[in-house]
């Protein structure tokens, strides 16, 4: 079992990145998903789910500026992140909603 | 939103010593369907969390049976019967069942 998070780096304020997570090793498209984050020395903070069917929902910090969404052929979790503030820098990971899978994480900092 | 309470939230152990950590939430996290959506995680420094029990009490594959979980309602606990040094790092409890989703602040386990 393997999730690659992919796509962070460092971003201006008001920019927009997308993060992809890459799964393999189970059944993608049986699982929800979420997206976590962790600012620097912080703990652990949840910023989005999507279902196995694409329901969605969202932490209210991020409501109307992020967008999660998954491509099941692809295998893919990915996050758009858009109108970046300082405050959202963190190490993103994906996770399985059975908690059981994590990524490695990567970087978002949003800095001019 | 719910609120997890953990404490302490520094515990220093010694190898072998048994230890306990405290997750106490502001509402019961009893769902209407019977089940309690509470786990906790293990962050090793430089690494992802890790999911160590799930459901309150049962153990994920691959974890040694030094750890355990109990509790219901409100109060939930994580029990290390005879700490290793791989066992330092920050322990989290999370819930399900109460959307949004929400993690404690963290009990960080350092090896004396």
């Known amino acids: 079992v393997q999730l690659v998070e992919s796509g962070g780096g460092l971003v201006q304020p008001g920019k927009s990145l997308k993060l992809s997570c890459s799964a393999s090793g189970f059944t993608f498209s049986s699982y929800g998903m979420h997206w976590i984050r962790q600012a620097p020395g912080k703990g652990l903070d949840w910023v989005a789910y999507i279902s196995s069917s694409s329901g969605t929902v969202y932490a209210d910090a991020v409501k109307g500026r992020f967008t999660i969404s998954r491509d099941n052929a692809k295998n893919t979790l990915y996050l758009q992140l858009n109108s970046l503030k300082s405050e959202d820098t963190a190490i993103y990971y994906c996770?399985?909603?059975?908690?059981?899978?994590w990524g490695q994480g990567v970087m978002v900092t949003v800095s001019s | 939103d719910v609120v997890l309470t953990q404490t302490p939230p520094t515990l220093s152990a010694t190898i072998g010593q048994s230890v306990s950590i405290s997750c106490r939430s502001s509402?019961?996290?009893?769902?209407?369907?019977?089940?309690?959506?509470l786990h906790w995680l293990l962050q090793r420094p430089g690494q992802s969390p890790q999911l160590l029990i799930y459901?309150?009490?049962r153990l994920e594959s691959g974890v040694p049976n030094r750890f355990s979980g109990s509790g219901s309602g409100t109060d939930f606990t994580l029990k290390i019967s005879g700490v290793e040094a791989e066992d330092l790092g920050v322990y989290y409890c999370v819930q399900g069942t109460h959307a949004p989703l929400t993690f404690g602040s963290g009990t960080k386990l350092e090896i004396k």
């Open positions: 459901l309150v009490s």
């Open positions: 996770a399985s909603n059975n908690w059981g899978y």
């Open positions: 509402q019961s996290l009893l769902h209407s369907n019977g089940n309690t959506y």
